[in-house]
């Protein structure tokens, strides 16, 4: 998505030095981004789940044989000490393994009904469909496995996502979705979005949107859970 905004600066949390940008997204291009969600939505969905898995026990190896240049990010941009960010390396790895297995076996349920008499001979299923676009919001200070806890679950249930990590620290976010995207993910399943409280209010929304997945502060939640409308039933919160 092409934008006009100024490029957003992120800062060392040490010493204030320039750690890099990524590119802000204006609100008004929301027609854009969701037109890429829907077709990444429609993708997913039909992605059978042995793939799904696949990809997401891929994007576990990938990280894991990269896993001290993914601490060092954290620690770069969230102010960890290398300790802290290897467990949490250790811990996106962890969740992206459980959703690659979920992905496999969350398919639904066969209900046998003989608990009540006359039904001895009849019985009911369910399954699990996707609810299509998922808007997920991520706070700075678990950068690289809150990210994960969105994202996993996520693909494994055949959703497209439209992901706001923090402006303090999107660069573990951004190396998490290179890992799902070589480890073959197609591009148009996740868009990362960078910018301010405009394009957040855009995302969540949006009629398009079916889900919206939040960790951060209480208040920021609330109003959250406000301004995302009849969606607000299926939304998920962290503090």
Known sequence: VTTSLAPITVHSPYDGSVLGT?????????????????????????????ERASILEGAAQ?????????????????????????????????????SAEEAKRNAGEIVPFDGYVGSEQRQGWFTREPL??????????????????????????????????????????????????????????????HGDREIVTALISARDVRMVSFTGGFATGEAISRKAGLKSWRWSSAA
């Open 22 to 50: 990524v590119d802000a997204t204006d609100a008004g291009e929301i027609g854009e981004l969701l037109a890429r969600a829907h077709r990444g939505a429609a993708l997913s969905s039909k992605l059978p789940r042995h």
């Open 62 to 98: 990938i990280i894991e044989s990269r896993r001290e240049a993914f601490a060092e990010t954290i620690v770069r941009e969230a102010g960890k000490t290398i300790i802290q960010a290897r467990k949490e390396v250790l811990r996106c790895i962890n969740t992206l393994k459980l």
């Open 132 to 193: 299509g676009i998922i808007t997920a919001i991520t706070p700075y200070n678990d950068p690289l496995n809150l990210v994960a806890h969105k994202l996993g679950p996520a693909i494994a249930g055949g959703n497209a996502v439209l992901l706001k990590p923090s402006n303090l620290t999107p660069f573990s976010s951004i190396n998490l979705v290179e890992a799902l995207l070589e480890a073959g993910l197609p591009r148009e399943i996740i868009t990362v979005v």
